[in-house]
């Protein structure tokens, strides 16, 4: 048998074809990439989204080049050094080259320290605080977002006053109202599972982490700053994701952010008839709960024909007025709709588990919930049936006598008397 002998060929006619395919396709997969790749990406709809495109581009073009430069090598050694027929001696023996060795353990070396470095820059601009946040009518506003199975909730702390001197705070459901040039930042916080606030026109995404459940957990920040899209219609919506898996809800939890041509738009559609309809609550404490029904995450888990919803995480609210005189001896409907609201874990439907969060005024966040409107929402449900149990001829007795029963506090049904019913602008609510 020979040993010893070599079997690489002389440099062929073959050869210098499989070279120019392999150049050939290098450049076609090049141009493909810097062509068709940012039709694929959605619009860069924030100033932080250009640098992070950037840092796409460098990643995708080093391991485009990488994976080229290997199965390239695979292909050539493929083809080169098979095993033909009329050879049967073995090849020559190599103990290793401590050059070429050196050499691919600095390169990707030097490349994992220089993607590393520009990878950390981009992380440290965008995440830079900013002066001047959530700028509202001259004023720094703050942002509160909660993450909960399966909804996203926004509130605005504005500076404006209800009539008890409190702040008032715009709760805008899973929508995110925002403006060309404002500088957004949003404190994040869960109120049970790791969530991820996910916003890819923007290129932010930034966990929401548990922590002490009298906090609402640990908070966490994102910032951005929206800029204009060419060829964009303004008002302009981009999605929010939820992209850490949270449940067999998770795929439901999404939002909508909605960027303004600039801030007189912004205060003209949004920001002022949220205010308006604070201040102003329809009368029929019917009507003012189908709007409140709709700033809560409700919609995240029940089913209810009347509004849209259609999730089956939770029970189904259809009809819930024909049987909630029934669920709980002794207690009437507007108790028991009452007491699941603010109490969920007092009564579990069965074949549904403990995952419903409460609300009421000593929460916070998404979850502060008046005895007022409290009120409205047993109100509105107690009409959701045909043949209810609840007395919707006495409701403005009931329903307070109810609150009362179930947790000592009385209700000021007073609110919005005098204001032409239905005729206010309602905020802007989850879908």
């Given at each position: 048998m020979e040993r010893n002998r070599s079997n690489i060929p002389s440099i062929s006619p073959a050869a210098v074809v499989v070279a120019a395919v392999f150049l050939l396709v290098s450049v076609i997969g090049v141009n493909w990439f810097t062509t068709f790749v940012p039709r694929v990406l959605p619009p860069q709809a924030s100033a932080e989204s250009r640098s992070v495109d950037e840092l796409f581009y460098i990643l995708m073009i080093i391991g485009g080049v990488v994976f080229f430069l290997i199965q390239g090598m695979l292909l050539i050694s493929v083809i080169f050094f098979r095993a033909r027929d009329d050879d049967r001696g073995d090849g020559p023996t190599y103990h290793g080259n401590p050059l070429l060795e050196l050499v691919w353990t600095i390169i990707p070396a030097l490349v994992v320290v220089y993607l590393a470095v520009i990878s950390f820059n981009v992380w440290n601009q965008n995440s830079e605080p900013k002066a001047a946040v959530n700028m509202i009518n001259g004023e720094e506003t703050v942002i509160r977002v909660t993450g909960a199975r399966y909804a996203w909730t926004h509130n605005y702390e504005t500076s404006r006053l209800n009539?008890?001197?409190e702040p008032i705070v715009i709760n805008s459901g899973d929508k995110l109202h925002t403006y060309i040039g404002q500088n957004v930042e949003l404190v994040l916080r869960t109120q049970d599972v790791i969530h991820s606030y996910w916003v890819p026109a923007m290129r932010v995404k930034q966990d929401l982490l548990p922590g002490d459940p009298a906090t609402g957990g640990r908070p966490t920040e994102i910032r951005f700053t929206p800029v204009r899209v060419d060829g964009a219609a303004y008002p302009a919506e981009y999605p929010i994701v939820c992209a850490e898996l949270c449940g067999d809800g998770h795929g439901r939890m999404r939002g909508t952010v909605i960027v303004y041509e600039d801030e007189a738009q912004f205060l003209a559609q949004f920001y002022e008839p949220a205010i308006h309809a604070i201040l102003n609550p329809p009368a029929d404490p019917v009507l003012r709960g189908e709007i409140v029904i709709q700033e809560y995450i409700c919609n995240s888990c029940h089913t209810l024909d009347s509004l849209g919803w259609s999730s089956r995480t939770g029970p189904s609210m259809n009809g819930i007025a024909d049987r909630a005189g029934e669920r709980v001896a002794g207690q009437s409907a507007e108790e028991y709709i009452a007491t699941s609201v603010w109490n969920a874990t007092a009564f579990v439907v069965p074949g549904y588990t403990e995952q419903m969060a409460s609300f009421g005024p000593e929460q916070t966040d998404a979850n502060k919930m008046s005895a007022e409107q409290l009120y409205a929402i047993v109100a509105y449900l107690c009409t959701q049936g045909e043949q209810?149990?609840?007395?919707?001829?006495?409701?403005?007795?009931?329903?307070?006598?109810?609150?009362?029963?179930?947790?000592?506090?009385?209700?000021?049904?007073t609110f919005g008397q005098g204001d032409d019913a239905g005729e206010s602008e309602s905020a802007p609510s989850g879908e």
């Open positions: 009539p008890e001197g209810s149990d609840c007395d919707n001829e006495n409701s403005t007795v009931a329903i307070p006598a109810a609150i009362k029963t179930a947790f000592g506090l009385e209700v000021d049904i």
